[in-house]
T-cell receptor, first 113, second 115 residues
Framework: KAGVTQTPRYLIKTRGQQVTLSCSPI?????VSWYQQTPGQGLQFLFE???????NKGNFPGRFSGRQFSNSRSEMNVSTLELGDSALYLC????????????FGPGTRLTVL | DQQVKQNSPSLSVQEGRISILNCDYT??????FLWYKKYPAEGPTFLIS?????DKNEDGRFTVFLNKSAKHLSLHIVPSQPGDSAVYFC??????????????FGKGTLLTVNP
């Protein structure tokens, strides 16, 4: 069974640009969560989608948005990039309603210059 | 305000000895706690969890202890092996981990097990 895949794995952007990251969950998983990992803040929850609906949202500005498609694939978008947005963005998917059943992808490393 | 704290950024132990990783939390609504392990260039992998109705959960070489009154949990690895070298994240959630997918993570502890 294939794991959670994230594309691209690495990305370099400049300030002011926008970026879209993609996550394909494990087959059959309907919940997708996004996290941001930085050295200073650790792993921080961005948002969670289930059946194309955003159910939970973390404390991030409106520049961070996401969506989920009918096939459970998810995208997150960051507009007007800032230097501080440089981070590893992790996606996790799950099948049943339990937080310990979240399976993480390898992440997308975003560098903002 | 960091609700889950791992105060030791790193820990080094000898192979075969015990590794103890600590985690403190401030939010009294947290009732489900997890430990994740992360290797470089990979996403975190679930290791072990504990509900607030328990004070201990064991899985092979890994045991998690929870002290609710102190708002403290620890992960014990016995015996430690070089393959355990990784970053360990403590995480917590409210609502008994049922339908609440929002995990609050600590900043992680880098464990190095020396042969």
């Amino acid at each position: 069974k294939a794991g959670v895949t994230q594309t691209p794995r690495y990305l370099i952007k400049t300030r002011g640009q926008q970026v879209t990251l993609s996550c394909s969950p494990i087959s059959g998983h309907r919940s997708v969560s996004w996290y941001q990992q930085t050295p200073g803040q650790g792993l921080q929850f961005l948002f969670e989608y289930f059946s194309e609906t955003q159910r939970n949202k973390g404390n991030f500005p409106g520049r961070f948005s996401g969506r989920q498609f009918s096939n459970s694939r998810s995208e997150m978008n960051v507009s007007t990039l800032e230097l501080g947005d440089s981070a590893l963005y992790l996606c996790a998917s799950s099948l049943i309603l339990a937080v310990n059943e979240q399976f993480f992808g390898p992440g997308t490393r975003l560098t903002v210059l | 305000d960091q609700q889950v704290k791992q105060n030791s950024p790193s820990l080094s132990v000898q192979e075969g000895r015990i590794s103890i990783l600590n985690c403190d939390y401030t939010n009294s609504m947290f009732d489900y706690f997890l430990w994740y392990k992360k290797y470089p260039a990979e996403g975190p992998t679930f290791l072990i969890s504990i509900s607030s109705i328990k004070d201990k959960n064991e899985d092979g070489r890994f045991t998690v202890f929870l002290n609710k009154s102190a708002k403290h949990l620890s992960l014990h690895i016995v015996p430690s092996q070089p393959g355990d070298s990784a970053v360990y994240f403590c995480a917590a959630s409210a609502n008994s981990g049922g339908s609440n997918y929002k995990l609050t993570f600590g900043k992680g502890t880098l464990l190095t097990v020396n042969p």
